[in-house]
């Protein structure tokens, strides 16, 4: 996908973002925006709910309006809260439709401040915050995040569940005003009554009822209203690779693929692409949390990789999206650094094996070997092949397999997994299979397949790891098999070097084990064995070293230490170790597993990249 803001091609940017490119904003403002309609929500929230906020000077003025004024008032001081909290996060990223619904809001909490006799400290609060958007209108200028209509699902849950919760505290916020002793259960059922706008069975004195009822029905009515907003509103779909996106990327990879083990993963369909003005280079992304994730090097020729770091920053930029690069090379986070002035952290090593060199030959290869002669000797055969090589049958049965056998629910991987098998275009990837009969002599659904491991080009002369799938009821060891049957017919491939998995943290690890490591590295390394207990980071670096690999530092690219946590987090949910998304009501169950035999290290398609954090 070609860069594009609101649907304009990147040159020719609309009037009110281009300012955005002519330089850095400063994010004290909205910060200090976002924050204070923080507070003002809550003062608002608060103002309409118990009844203390509401004894003030203007107290006689308040006994002139009308009678059903104030508990209206209460329910619009109560609405407007919640949605300057809903707004908040949207202002301290420069949203300019978050601006101007707070413009909008703010003087109508002001006024519901001031008529629900309130002081007038409530009211210039909102008035002072509302100068202040009004001021500094130009920092607030960044473009809608990609959306669906499952935003709606979430905001019906999300705002539901706060509507109860909050509904809970209105009622009980009138202790001496309730007749009688109602139960939990009555309230909560006074709650749903009025969040559709009828009476309850909680009843009160002095007018508490009005306004109470009032104060529940605009929370219904905000949560309705809302909902609706969000499923009707036109969609504005995530950046996703169209074929001639995919056409010009082959192209470049075609040309420049060696550079770089990760290349091959840009063709992933759910990932946007931004080209260089002269088409020579591409950085390829996806926008997750808010944060516009790269992976590894830009594509193409590395005299235009500034001019398509260029774009990704500005297109960072129009959006108020935090930027970031995860897996790069040292070369790659020399030119990020230089051309962006983010900063660059050593994220782990990739583990990578020249052919020429490997052998089983050897001590350090003993245990490896060992495994391997086995295998093979419990009737295990091996088969390796490029992808164009196999027949539309065979393809098919292993496409199944490794969906069959996948480890978990969730599709994991982004910046170092293709997510497919065998598509158009990608014949010079290679497979490696494991066979083996059955002993009742049966075969499963997928003949007499047993693993799978799938690599997938690296230049001309490279091939690099992407999957590795095996049935739970195979020997342990499978992956050990394919990746030294892989390395052994590489040569008959054409291919003299093989990038296996990446390793987190490695060189924390391999030296914290060392005699005479210092008692902060031992701390760290402890750590990193402990967290090892949920991701494979240890287990990944000691598989990898079996193979007695070369190692290639990997970085991530940041702006500063504060996004760090955001940026990771972020690398979780694309990885997809942590999954935001609502569940599919349709979504199609896969038959179930047997049960793992052993705890025997069996990497999955997590196994690739930033997978172990």
């Not at 009110?16 to 608002?44: F, H, M, N, Q, Y």
């Not at 790659?332 to 094996?353: C, H, K, N, P, S």
């Not at 992956?479 to 990446?502: D, T």
Request: hydrophobic letters at 45%.
């Amino acid at each position: 996908m070609s860069v594009t803001v609101d649907g304009d091609k990147a040159g020719s940017v609309p009037t009110r973002v281009r300012r955005i490119l002519r330089g850095p904003r400063p994010a004290k403002v909205p910060s200090l925006v976002g924050t204070a309609c923080t507070l003002i929500g809550l003062i608002d929230i608060a103002a309409g709910v118990f009844p203390r906020f509401r004894v003030s000077r203007v107290h006689a003025l308040a006994e002139v309006l009308p009678g059903t004024l104030g508990p209206l008032s209460a329910a619009l001081s109560l609405s407007v809260g919640v949605l300057l909290l809903l707004l908040a996060h949207g202002l301290k990223r420069h949203k300019r439709r978050a601006w101007r619904a707070a413009v909008v809001l703010l003087p109508l909490g002001a006024a519901a401040q001031f008529v629900w006799r309130h002081s007038v400290l409530g009211a210039l609060l909102s008035v002072a915050l509302l100068t202040l958007l009004l001021r500094h209108r130009g920092e607030f200028a960044a473009l809608p995040d990609p959306r669906s209509r499952w935003r709606a699902l979430a905001n019906f849950v999300v705002m539901g569940a706060g509507s109860l919760a909050l509904g809970l505290v209105i009622v009980s916020a009138h202790p001496r005003r309730v007749l009688g002793s109602p139960s939990l259960t009555d309230r909560l059922e006074h709650v749903l009554y009025g969040l559709f706008g009828f009476e309850g069975p909680v009843e009160y004195t002095h007018g508490v009822d009005w306004t109470v009822g009032y104060s529940l029905g605009a929370l219904g009515m905000l949560t309705a209203l809302t909902t609706i907003y969000l499923a009707f509103r036109p969609e504005h779909p995530a950046a996703r690779l169209t074929d001639d996106d995919e056409a010009r990327l082959r192209t470049l990879l075609a040309q420049h693929g060696g550079r770089d083990s990760l290349g091959h993963f840009a063709l992933r369909r759910d990932k946007g692409v931004i080209f260089s003005p002269s088409g020579k280079a591409a950085v390829c992304y996806r926008v997750v949390s808010g944060v516009m994730l790269a992976s590894g090097d830009p594509i193409g020729d590395v005299e235009a990789w500034p001019g398509a770091i260029e774009r990704f920053m500005d297109e960072a930029k129009i959006h108020s999206w935090t930027p970031a690069v995860m897996g790069c090379s040292e070369t790659g986070g020399q030119v990020w650094t230089r051309e962006t002035g983010l900063d660059a952290l050593e994220l782990g090593d990739e583990a990578v094996v020249d052919v020429e060199d490997f052998s089983l030959s050897g001590r350090a290869m003993r245990n490896v070997r060992q495994m391997v002669k086995r295998i093979e000797r419990n009737g295990y055969t091996t088969r390796v092949r490029r992808v164009r090589d196999l027949d539309p049958e065979e393809l098919e049965r292993v496409r199944q397999a490794a969906a069959a056998w996948r480890g978990t629910d969730t599709e994991r991987g982004f910046s170092m997994a293709l997510g497919r098998i065998g598509a158009p275009g990608d014949g010079e990837a290679v497979i490696a299979t494991a066979h083996k009969k059955d002993d009742d002599g049966t075969d499963s659904p997928y003949g007499d397949l047993k693993a799978i491991i799938h690599f997938v080009p690296w230049g001309p002369d490279g091939m690099s790891l992407e999957l590795m799938r095996r049935d739970r009821t195979a020997d342990p060891g499978m992956n050990e098999l394919l990746i030294v049957a892989a390395l052994q017919a590489s040569p008959g491939l054409g291919i003299a070097r093989v990038s296996l998995n990446f390793a987190m943290f490695r060189a924390a690890l391999a030296r914290g084990e060392k005699i005479g490591a210092g008692p902060v590295l031992r701390l760290w390394r402890g750590l990193l064995v402990f967290l090892s207990r949920w991701f494979q980071i240890e287990s990944l670096y000691k598989f990898n070293a079996k193979f007695q690999p070369r190692w290639e530092p990997r970085f991530v690219v940041y702006r500063t230490s504060r996004d760090l946590p955001r940026i990771g987090f972020a690398a979780m949910q694309a990885e997809g170790f942590v999954n935001l998304s609502l569940p599919r009501p349709f979504a199609r169950r896969r038959p179930a597993r047997a049960p793992r035999p052993c705890a025997h290290l069996t990497p999955g398609p997590a196994e690739r990249g930033v997978h172990a954090a």
